[in-house]
């Protein structure tokens, strides 16, 4: 199965900031995408990543508030845009193969 | 909008003990997975079942999907600490590849 890294691990960030989140993949993939989780609960998904085309967002969640890039089948960002604490999450990364999905391990954010 | 119930969220139990969670939904799934995540960690793929009425085990775990392939269950048989962790099922959304995670139970195996 794919090996995902995904940067950065964890961060602290200000209100009103932006934080970029990196999602490297050793293998191409067709699939993946961007999940959000709060600490020991479940995963919720924000956006399928596509190549060479914009993101398709979950209800909820909008391009202006979480820009997605994909330039390749090997690497996505996730943008966390004028963050709030609310915004105070994991944020993981997926992709889906024949044998299985693999989540990255995860990008901590805390907004103060 | 489909929804994936998980039972319990809690578990604490002994090392030696067997337990079972659940997973239930009204909506059918093209497939089930299950996943364990500790902290700082991804979920990690444990299985996936795609036929209604599978089982498959994996050393002490056992997974089913029902026949209508709308509900699963994990069991797991004389429970080790190493067990420890946080356990999500999920639910595939045919060709999307989207998946839909229920709530998690988190499970505690005391020594």
């Known amino acids: 199965s794919a090996v995902i890294s995904q940067k950065p691990s964890r961060d602290i960030c200000q209100r009103g900031t932006s934080l970029t989140i990196q999602c490297q993949v050793d293998s191409q993939v067709t699939m993946m995408f961007w999940y959000r989780q709060q600490p020991g609960q479940s995963l919720t998904l924000i956006a399928t990543a596509n190549q060479g085309s914009e993101a398709t967002y979950e209800s909820g969640f909008v391009i202006d508030k979480f820009p997605i890039s994909r330039p390749n089948l090997t690497f996505s960002t996730l943008t966390v845009s004028n963050m709030s604490p609310e915004d105070s999450s994991i944020y993981l990364c997926s992709v889906g193969q024949m044998d299985g999905y693999t989540f990255g391990s995860g990008t901590r954010l805390t907004v103060v | 909008t489909q929804l994936l119930e998980q039972s319990p969220q809690f578990l604490s139990i002994q090392e030696g003990e067997n337990l079972t969670v659940y997973c239930n939904s009204s909506?059918?799934?093209?497939?089930l997975q299950w996943y364990r995540q500790e902290p700082g960690e991804g979920p990690v793929l444990l299985v996936t079942?795609?036929?209604?009425?599978e089982v498959k085990k994996l050393k002490r775990l056992t997974f089913q999907f029902g026949d209508a392939r709308k509900d699963s269950s994990l069991h797991i048989t004389a429970a080790q600490p190493g067990d420890t962790g946080l356990y999500l099922c999920?639910?595939?959304?045919?060709?999307?590849?989207?998946?839909?995670f229920g709530q998690g139970t988190t499970l505690q195996v005391k020594p």
């Open positions: 999920a639910g595939g959304l045919g060709n999307t590849g989207k998946l839909i």
């Open positions: 909506s059918v799934f093209s497939s």
């Open positions: 079942v795609v036929t209604g009425g």
